[in-house]
């Protein structure tokens, strides 16, 4: 049985987490992936009485979206990695490791988001007929 | 008073893997930690990109050696719940029993590194003396002694005969005796309970507050434990979480030591209730869609998300240690404390930087 995930958007993402916090559940992490195209999901997930709650914010790679943080002080980890695997910047973040949680400060790709390196090659591709027309 | 920041590992006597804190002290207290990871980073997830679903498994149970099969468990269990996949009740009692053991040889270990960190050289040693029993068991039942591989989807490899459950419930009444002996050293020795009774102490609100997970949540008086969602046979067995109320460093060895007993209890339970039949489930087909997996390691709550897409390689895998959800409580718990007591506190949320560096 898939598990059932509640879509918001970066406007209500820290609304309805705060909700969650009031109602009682538990931060327990996030997850990224990929999602096709130039996008990314970020899935948020809450414990309470071992049920789980799950909400799904879809983004723009490199895009920049609202810190959990200073509602659940704990997502400033996993916050903090996402950044550093996906690119993604999370803005009002409580710990800010600026993209050196996991990575050296001269890395400038994000080495989980396959996204960016396919644009790079379509780039290329797109480039190299424009080349030999000329 | 002037501000100093010292740092704490990534190399120190009493880590065994590299955790990076940098404490700022006044007066020799503890006013601020800032950590820092990614010295080990592996980056393991990605290899769902190489290797196939099944092949999988053989990953996962390296994100960290000491709980491998519940790192297995977890993973097959969501592969199988999005295939439909219905294991037979037997294999299900098969990985709640290696589950278990794995349980008992992970809080030995800890056991034994908690008295080692406070300088108790020989209950560190009785600890791992009898560890070795533990996994002289694994070894016997599955043939191997940490990494143990019986884990597949839909089941398991290996079988146990009924002799082989007898001979594992009398080693396990062996590692019982010994470890009652070493009970009134561990919980009532003077200079144990000196340097564990209020350190490091994490109240039940603030151990929610900031996600604790597993024996540092229990400690605090939380009575979570992924094992009452009642998944391999664990819902055909009799437990209740083992809970203390106090939040300190002596709470948490001594809901670990509670356990150890409660998982040889779990273990004699599945021999007694072990069903016959078949331990694999045959299948065909890729998985498709997306699952969350939860189960119980000795460290607390292990975390799965699992996106396939009819692919042989999953399109994502996303692991979320025990560990790793503890080092915001451990944030909370050193504020306040002596810098002496900085490794007594780090060791008693047992952190596995392996398991954190995926």
């Known amino acids: 049985m898939q598990p059932e995930i509640i879509s918001v958007s970066a406007d209500t993402l820290v609304g309805e987490v705060a909700r969650a916090k009031f109602e009682g559940f538990r931060f327990v992490t996030l997850s990224c992936t990929e999602s096709g195209g130039d996008s990314v999901d970020i899935l948020y997930h809450f414990d309470k009485d071992l049920r789980l709650k799950h909400l799904r914010l879809s983004v723009l790679k490199c895009s920049t979206v609202p810190s959990i943080s200073a509602v659940y002080f704990a997502a400033f980890l996993v916050e903090n990695e996402i950044q550093d695997l996906f690119g993604v910047r999370f803005e009002g973040l409580v710990v800010d490791y600026e993209r050196t949680l996991y990575l050296d400060p001269e890395v400038a790709f994000a080495p989980f988001c396959t996204v960016g390196a396919q644009n790079s090659n379509r780039e290329q591709t797109v480039t190299q007929p424009g080349t030999a027309d000329s | ?358």
Request: hydrophobic share 40%; proline share 5%; glycine share 6%.
């Open chain 2, 1 to 358: 008073m002037l501000k100093t920041i010292i740092p704490f590992g990534p190399q120190h006597p009493v880590l065994p893997e590299p955790l990076h804190l940098k404490l700022t002290v006044e007066d020799e207290i503890i006013t601020g930690v800032f950590p820092a990871l990614g010295f080990v980073h592996r980056g393991l997830e990605q290899l769902v990109h190489i290797r196939d679903f099944q092949q999988m498994i053989q990953v996962v149970e390296r994100v960290c050696g000491i709980c491998s099969m519940i790192h297995a468990t977890c993973y097959c269990q969501g592969i199988e719940a999005l295939m439909e996949i219905d294991p037979p009740p037997r294999a299900k009692f098969l990985r709640t029993l290696w589950c278990e053991v794995h349980r008992i040889q992970s809080h030995l270990l800890w056991l034994g590194l908690f008295a080692d960190c406070f300088g108790f050289e020989s209950l560190f040693m009785q600890f791992w003396k009898i560890r070795e029993k533990v996994l002289d068991i694994n070894e016997a039942t599955t043939g191997n002694r940490v990494i143990v591989s019986v884990n597949v989807i839909g089941g398991v490899r290996r079988d146990l005969s009924t002799e082989q459950m007898q001979w594992t419930c009398s080693e396990l009444s062996w590692v019982q005796n010994e470890i009652a002996c070493l009970k009134a050293t561990l919980l009532s020795d003077y200079t144990v309970k000196k340097r564990t009774v209020g350190k490091g102490v994490l109240s039940k609100d603030k151990a929610f507050e900031l996600g604790a997970v597993g024996p540092t949540a229990r400690a605090s008086g939380i009575a979570q434990d992924m094992r009452l969602l009642g998944y391999s046979a664990l819902d055909q067995l009799d437990f209740e979480p083992v809970v203390e109320t106090d939040g300190d460093c002596y709470a948490r060895s001594k809901v670990r030591f509670q356990e150890v007993l409660q998982s040889i209890d779990l273990i004699r339970q599945a021999v007694s209730r072990m069903p016959a039949g078949e331990i694999r489930t045959k299948f065909k087909g890729r998985p498709a869609g997306e699952m969350f997996v939860r189960v119980e390691q000795p460290r607390g709550e292990l975390f799965y998300y699992i996106k396939a897409n009819g692919t042989k390689h999953l399109e994502r895998l996303r692991i979320r240690t025990p560990t790793f959800a503890n080092i915001p409580a451990l944030l909370g718990m050193l504020p306040g404390m002596w810098l002496s007591d900085v490794p007594v506190v780090v060791l008693s949320i047992d952190p596995c930087i392996s398991c954190t560096e995926r």
